[in-house]
């Protein structure tokens, strides 16, 4: 599909984290909680970039896009880790 055919979004709400870069104890290890709110999330990729974003996203143009904290274990380091990402794009 042309870029010029495409949806064009702002996706309001995803989540990027890197396992390499940031540490985030609730996928380290399973979470009753959080498994009875998502289900089984074993198989998550350790990592999930704005590239991959982009890859799974094929068929819409991303005009923009509102990340969200994926909890990581120290909440500043995740938000300058974010910050760094940002000025990448």
């Known amino acids: ?5 495409k949806r064009r979004i ?3 709400h995803i989540h990027l984290y ?7 104890e609730h996928i380290e290890k399973p979470d009753v909680m959080l498994e009875a709110l998502i289900g089984d999330y074993s198989a998550l990729p350790k990592r999930y970039l704005f590239e991959d974003y982009v890859a799974d996203l ?3 143009k991303i005009d923009g896009i509102v ?8 909440s500043v380091r995740e938000v300058n880790w974010a910050q760094r990402l ?3 794009q």
């Open 1 to 5: 599909m042309e870029a010029q055919s």
């Open 10 to 12: 702002v996706d309001a």
């Open 18 to 24: 890197d396992s390499q870069e940031n540490r985030y």
């Open 58 to 60: 094929t068929d819409v």
């Open 67 to 74: 990340w969200h904290e994926f909890i990581a274990n120290d």
């Open 86 to 88: 940002a000025e990448r």
